[in-house]
Nanobody, 123 residues
């Protein structure tokens, strides 16, 4: 079983940037496709980005968000640029064993979650 711990959230002004990190322990990160979800106040958790086990395939719902990974450091990153107030929410790291190419977009399919990190964008 893998444990995931996010960091890097905080308060940022609109137009600014943040880089979130997700550190894994317990098992090698390289055996999981990884990704990020977010949950805004009063809304359901939604898919943000995913990366394959090797890191050679990525997808993000927003061009402003770039996902990457360093398997040697057991860490996944989410670089968020040109942040907007609607990006405010709790961001969760997710690990999925179903596919090598990416995580499911359905939160109910995710095998492992981090505890989340709060991102607040002020306008």
């Amino acid at each position: 079983q893998v444990q995931l711990v996010e960091s890097g959230g905080g308060l940022v002004q609109a137009g600014g940037s943040l880089r979130l990190s997700c550190a894994a322990s317990g098992r090698p990160l390289s055996i999981y496709a990884m990704g990020w979800f977010r949950q805004a106040p009063g809304k359901e958790r939604e898919f943000v980005a995913t990366i394959s086990r090797t890191g050679d395939s990525t997808y993000s719902v927003k061009d402003r968000f770039i996902i990457s990974r360093d398997n040697a450091k057991n860490t996944v990153y989410l670089q968020m640029n040109s942040l907007k107030s609607e990006d405010t929410g709790v961001y969760y790291c997710a690990a999925d064993t179903r596919s090598s190419y990416g995580i499911s977009r359905a939160s109910s399919d995710i095998d492992y979650w981090g505890q989340g990190t709060q991102v607040t964008v002020s306008s």
